[in-house]
T-cell receptor, first 115, second 113 residues
């Protein structure tokens, strides 16, 4: 399978715990994104990497959130001191840098439930 | 802030019917993408349109990008139960932020056998 891979698919955690998600993009893609999707909404942009550099972070990404892409390949998204409002589907996507458009390919997502 | 409005929000039809869903904005986008998402899964890219007035066909699905690149439509001919899902449109920002996609809330389509 050469698509975007996310792990785990589901995570249930207690409020206050830390969680970390992993994303493996399509191998030749240099751009990687994290989005968050809540029930009844479309995905919302969280952050963007070009190779290993994190070039943009949304205001949605509070100080409790941190994302890394240490070698320009896989990425991790960590949430510290989880809150119930963090419950959502966390989606990773990747793309090749293009001049006029971005064809982003998404993984299957990690469903986070904070209880 | 760029916003995308999708309509209708919900659509339930019988197998064999035709349908059109819409994606509208007051903003101009560099590109527009349509995705289909099934419950518990990530969005799957269907098509990207870039040029104003562009029409693309994917089997029974026809996608159109508005002349002003502010709106788009998706038409499905002879819908089948396998077409059931959440259809999302997403616009690429203009200029240096063209990597960032703004999504609509989607149209939830149910095709009944």
């Amino acid at each position: 399978d050469t698509g975007v891979s996310q792990d785990p698919r589901h995570k249930i955690t207690k409020r206050g715990q830390n969680v970390t998600f992993r994303c493996d993009p399509i191998s030749e893609h240099n751009r990687l994104y994290w989005y968050r999707q809540t029930l009844g909404q479309g995905p919302e942009f969280l952050t963007y990497f070009q190779n290993e550099a994190q070039l943009e972070k949304s205001r949605l990404l509070s100080d409790r959130f941190s994302a890394e892409r240490p070698k320009g390949s896989f990425s991790t998204l960590e949430i510290q001191r989880t809150e119930q409002g963090d419950s959502a589907m966390y989606l990773c996507a990747s793309s090749l840098r293009g001049l006029t458009n971005t064809e982003a390919f998404f993984g299957q997502g990690t469903r986070l439930t904070v209880v | 802030t760029q916003l995308l409005e999708q309509s209708p929000q919900f659509l339930s039809i019988q197998e064999g019917e035709n349908l059109t869903v819409y994606c509208n904005s007051s903003s101009v986008f560099s590109s527009l993408q349509w995705y289909r998402q099934e419950p518990g899964e990530g969005p799957v890219l269907l098509v990207t349109v870039v040029t104003g007035g562009e029409v693309k066909k994917l089997k029974r699905l026809t996608f159109q990008f508005g002349d002003a690149r502010k709106d788009s439509s998706l038409h499905i001919t002879a819908a089948q139960p396998g077409d059931t899902g959440l259809y999302l449109c997403a616009g690429g920002a203009r200029g240096g932020s063209n990597y960032k996609l703004t999504f609509g809330k989607g149209t939830l389509l149910t095709v009944n056998p």
